[in-house]
């Protein structure tokens, strides 16, 4: 029986950190011709109340979508122009990224390694965004590698 090709997720938030992660997982694709899916996830308890009504307007939740699917767009015409690398698909959800991409996504897609960055956009962020990291790496369905260096192994310096 033929093995299915592996499938390599790849969270992303608009981070360096999560852009170099990337770099690193079309490297890996291309070297064992495996299929990338980019994953952004707009995480919607931070706009709920109290009483679970949401503090967001539908018009502010669909301009959030539209610009995460253009921010997809440009991570995989960026893997075009610069690998080379086509057989990419990307993916917007919704929810608690913690969960989604330890569990959800990869029930849903049957990844094989989930590669991520190390650090998210700022300050809080980066404290949300790790905490995000670890849980990630101690409760994954997958194999996790956490990116902690650019393509050619320097380490990933975060803008100030």
Same mark, same amino acid.
């Given at each position: 029986? %033929?093995?299915?090709?592996?499938? @390599?997720?790849?969270?992303v938030?608009?981070?360096?950190?999560?852009?170099? %992660?990337? +770099? !690193? %997982?079309?490297?890996?694709?291309? &070297?064992? /011709?495996?299929?990338?899916?980019?994953?952004?996830?707009? +995480?919607?308890?931070?706009?709920? #109340?109290?009483? $679970?009504?949401?503090?967001?307007? #539908?018009? *502010?939740?669909? $301009?959030? &979508?539209?610009?995460?699917?253009?921010?997809?767009?440009?991570? !995989?015409?960026?893997?075009?122009?610069?690998?080379?690398?086509?057989?990419?698909?990307?993916? @917007?959800?919704?929810?608690?990224?913690?969960?989604? @991409?330890?569990?959800?996504?990869?029930?849903?897609?049957?990844?094989?390694?989930?590669?991520m960055?190390?650090? #998210?956009?700022?300050?809080?962020?980066?404290?949300?965004?790790?905490?995000v *990291?670890?849980?990630? /790496?101690?409760?994954a369905?997958? +194999?996790?590698?956490?990116?902690?260096?650019?393509?050619? /192994? /320097?380490?990933?310096?975060?803008? %100030?």
């Amino acid at each position: 029986m %033929a093995k299915e090709k592996d499938s @390599i997720l790849v969270p992303v938030d608009g981070s360096e950190s999560a852009e170099r %992660a990337f +770099d !690193k %997982a079309v490297k890996i694709a291309m &070297t064992d /011709n495996a299929h990338i899916d980019v994953l952004n996830i707009i +995480d919607t308890r931070q706009f709920m #109340g109290e009483m $679970q009504d949401t503090l967001i307007s #539908g018009d *502010t939740i669909y $301009q959030m &979508t539209q610009d995460s699917e253009e921010y997809l767009k440009s991570l !995989k015409k960026w893997a075009h122009d610069n690998f080379g690398f086509d057989d990419i698909d990307y993916h @917007i959800r919704y929810g608690s990224p913690k969960r989604i @991409i330890s569990y959800d996504f990869i029930k849903d897609h049957k990844d094989s390694l989930i590669v991520m960055g190390a650090t #998210g956009l700022n300050a809080v962020e980066r404290m949300l965004m790790g905490s995000v *990291t670890e849980y990630v /790496n101690q409760h994954a369905l997958a +194999d996790v590698l956490i990116v902690r260096t650019d393509i050619d /192994n /320097n380490p990933i310096k975060p803008k %100030a």
